[in-house]
């Protein structure tokens, strides 16, 4: 991806955007997006008009669905989607059955945060790719207030650049140091709020503290524009409403409770949003046009990227990579799910697989626990789109934080609402568990929900499973992991302790080479 390179210069950072190559086409009367190619466009030329900007937009969106942010491992490094595969795998409720063809297996057996040298490891693809976003960001940020164009337009794409950075640094700032509460005064990661020139002087880490008001002021940015804005043009662009979804996802980081919940049901008043019902719970996780789909990104036949994408990693009946490295989800977690509860089918039952089948098994679907919840819409075809955010996460993020309000009646209406299409018999069993907001089930050392807090935290592991969230809400529940249980069947058996620097990843060596004002003694983080 040549667009946006990362280059040093003696040492000073530069983040040099040299043109977009590959942009998107909207227009009104369509709901695909199509790919042109532009070629490569001069800044000055781009940001002349609103259309220019919105073009710059689209081709951030497209280039964080992509190969392209490290020199190479391109098959385990293609954008937000393939991070949100790598967090579940950090976690404990998602298996890598076998090494395969080696993808993603030192991620998920905790043997990667030490190569932070050279460019084709996971700290320099994900600094990479969300600096170079940032930069991106910066610069739409700065032009687009002089194009021509409607004001409605242009407050449209600032807002989408504005949310757009603020998940940037919320992303760099999970990844790079531990949460939010109890390390606010703690080193951050380097702001930048303009675009960078070959003269721009790198900054240093600041605080985490200074990082999150960074991304308040950024959301706050963004929903302002989107007051006066057009309406969402594309679910791959984001809207007013996952603003909102992104506040509810900062504020549970930071443990605001009323605003998470606040901000959580705003981003559920979108019209047309709704849940889905039973059928489309097992129809593959690949289309956007799902009504409870707030932000996501399509895929075309033109635009699938092969063996760097979601469906090569997770789809075992193709014959691609998942097929010899199969994703499963754990059997603590399986038996957490209610004997009633249909999203048992998102998953192979495994008493339906015997000894000596599951023995013989080296590639393919037929395995206990392998994941069926996503899976390309045709064979033959990599053509399925990713999914970034959906109504019932934030109607869980709701749920979790009016439980810790101690909104009890609440919750259980919340859950009772979740589960509507899931399980025909939850009402009842939810009335059996006992009020509580003191988290008990801390990860995998019992399976006995004690409160109603575990619920929640419970189902929100059932129903986000697969869909980029364990890894952070280990980190910020301080729940530690531990994939040591009895009858595990993980491969690969790590636990960590609360708080632990594992979770976190090193500051690559390419950042210390080019930034004067990082030392690599003084701001490096621990490697355990």
């Keep these: ?80 989607m393939s991070n949100n595969l790598l ?20 991620q998920y057996s905790y043997n990667v945060r030490q190569y932070n040298v050279g460019k084709s490891w996971t700290c320099y693809e994900i600094w990479n790719m969300w600096y170079s976003t940032i930069n991106q960001t910066n610069e739409l940020i700065a032009y687009t207030p002089a194009a021509t164009g409607a004001v409605q337009a242009k407050n449209n794409v600032l807002g989408q650049a504005y949310a757009m950075r603020a998940l940037g640094y919320f992303n760099l700032i999970r990844w790079f140091q531990r949460t939010y509460i109890g390390h606010q005064q703690d ?34 940015s963004a929903q302002y524009h989107f007051e006066n804005s ?36 705003k981003a559920r008043e979108k019209e047309g949003l709704a849940l889905m019902e039973e059928s489309e719970l097992f129809a593959g996780f690949n289309k956007i046009g799902n009504n409870e789909w707030m932000w996501g990104m399509e895929i075309s036949d033109n635009q699938a990227t092969t063996f760097a994408t979601l469906w090569a990693h997770v789809d075992a009946r193709l014959p691609m990579h998942a097929a010899t490295s199969r994703k499963l989800i754990s059997s603590w977690l399986y038996k957490m799910i209610y004997p009633s509860d249909v999203r048992r089918r998102w998953f192979v039952d495994p008493s339906s697989i015997s000894d000596a089948e599951e023995a013989a098994s080296k590639s393919g679907e037929k395995v206990r626990y392998n994941q069926h919840k996503f899976y390309v819409p045709m ?11 959906r109504a019932a996460e934030m109607l869980l993020n709701e749920a979790e934080a009016r439980c810790r309000l101690g909104e009890y009646p609440k919750v259980r209406e919340l859950l009772n609402e979740l589960m509507q299409y ?40 059932i129903e986000l499973w697969g869909e980029g969230f364990r890894l952070f809400d280990i980190v910020r529940l301080k729940s530690g992991m531990d994939r040591r249980y009895a009858g595990s069947n993980h491969p690969v058996k790590v636990r960590e302790k609360p708080d632990s620097w594992a979770h976190t990843l090193l500051i690559p060596q390419s950042e210390f080479d080019g930034n004067i004002n990082l030392n690599e003694e003084r701001d490096q983080n621990p490697i355990r």
Aim: hydrophobic fraction near 35%; include cysteine; charged fraction near 25%.
């Design 379 to 389: 064979i033959g075809s990599l053509a399925g789109d990713y999914i970034y955010m």
């Design 87 to 106: 967090e579940d795998l950090m976690g404990e409720d998602m298996v890598q059955r076998e090494e395969g063809n080696g993808w993603y297996w030192y």
């Design 230 to 265: 057009e309406k969402q043009l594309h679910k791959s662009h984001i809207d007013k409403y996952v603003v909102y979804g992104l506040k509810s996802r900062v504020a549970l980081v930071q443990e605001h409770w009323t605003d998470a919940a606040i901000y959580a049901e």
């Design 187 to 220: 080193p951050g990661v380097p702001i930048y709020t303009e675009p960078t020139t070959r003269h721009t002087v790198g900054k240093d880490r600041g605080t985490v503290e200074k990082v999150y008001k960074r991304i308040n002021d950024d959301l706050d």
């Design 1 to 80: 991806m040549d667009g946006c390179l990362l280059k040093m210069n003696g040492m000073n950072k530069i983040i040099q955007i040299t043109g977009i190559v590959l942009f998107l086409s909207l227009t009104a009367c369509s709901d695909k997006l199509d790919i042109v190619p532009t070629g490569k466009i001069p800044t000055s030329e781009l940001y002349k008009t609103v259309d220019g900007a919105m073009t710059a937009m689209n081709g951030i969106y497209r280039s964080l669905a992509a190969p392209g942010w490290t020199s190479s491992n391109l098959e385990q490094s293609w954008g937000i």
């Design 422 to 461: 899931k399980n025909p018999v939850y009402s009842s069993l939810l009335s059996s568990i006992p009020d509580g907001k003191v988290q008990t089930l801390l990860s995998t050392e019992s399976s006995v929900i004690s409160n109603l807090l575990d619920e929640v935290l419970v189902q929100r592991r």
